[in-house]
């Protein structure tokens, strides 16, 4: 298989991944629900800074240290299911998540990093760079860095492509939900039970892997 043909299946297993629904796509929607374009792009920015620190730590063999130190990885996973099941139930306890007057005056630079605190505890990202990406730097392709920034770039590229589309989704979505209060409830606690779901999957399937 030549690199190029290599580059062009990890594109397609990364979309594979990031088109399935998660805490990152989960947050990012909550964002944009609660806090408009701005917001959800924030966190969206916030996801893709968190994919640049998982490509640094996998290359400094922070995975390594994972994958032969199980208890860590363990602990990983409790801390970010904790921490995302945590959001969730904020959500559900509130009595108005996504009105506009409650949320509009939330700082873009704490959504995101709340966002990029949310992708480093992912367990599905840590089972990603585990499982997948190790197996596609090459030493034939050339230097390994110059790989690991070409496959972060495909994975930004996913990301921004999907969870942006989202975001622009749930914007508009959030304009009908600001002249529905009741609605606007609703959906909110949709999110935090979505964010509960995710979190004990994830933690539940990564935990076994």
Same mark, same amino acid.
């Given at each position: 298989m030549?690199?190029?043909?290599?580059?062009?299946?990890?594109?397609?297993?990364?979309?594979?991944?990031? @088109?399935?629904?998660?805490?990152?796509m989960a947050y990012i929607m909550g964002s944009a629900l609660s806090g408009g374009r701005r917001a959800g792009f924030a966190?969206?920015?916030?996801?893709?800074?968190?994919?640049?620190?998982?490509v640094v730590m996998t290359g400094l063999g922070v995975s390594v240290l994972l994958r032969t130190v199980p208890g860590a990885f363990n602990a990983l996973l409790v801390a970010g299911a904790l921490y995302i099941a945590w959001i969730g139930v904020s959500l559900i306890r509130s009595d108005a998540a996504f009105s506009v007057a409650a949320t509009?005056?939330?700082?873009?630079?704490?959504?995101?990093?709340?966002?990029?605190?949310?992708?480093?505890?992912?367990?599905?990202?840590?089972?990603?760079?585990?499982? @997948?990406f190790p197996q596609f730097l090459r030493p034939e392709y050339g230097a390994l860095v110059v790989q690991a920034a070409v496959m972060w770039l495909i994975i930004a590229l996913n990301q921004v492509l999907v969870y942006g589309g989202l975001a622009?989704?749930?914007?508009?979505?959030?304009?009908?939900?600001?002249?529905?209060?009741?609605?606007?409830?609703?959906?909110?606690?949709?999110?935090?039970?979505?964010?509960i779901g995710a979190a004990m999957f994830t933690g539940i399937e990564g935990w076994r892997g």
């Open positions: 030549t690199h190029y043909a290599q580059l062009w299946l990890f594109f397609a297993l990364v979309f594979g991944v990031v @088109i399935l629904p998660g805490l990152d966190a969206l920015a916030g996801v893709v800074a968190g994919g640049v620190c998982h509009g005056d939330r700082p873009l630079a704490a959504t995101f990093r709340q966002g990029m605190l949310t992708c480093l505890l992912n367990p599905k990202a840590y089972l990603f760079m585990l499982a @997948i622009l989704a749930a914007d508009r979505a959030r304009r009908w939900l600001s002249r529905e209060p009741a609605a606007g409830v609703f959906v909110a606690r949709s999110v935090g039970v979505l964010l």
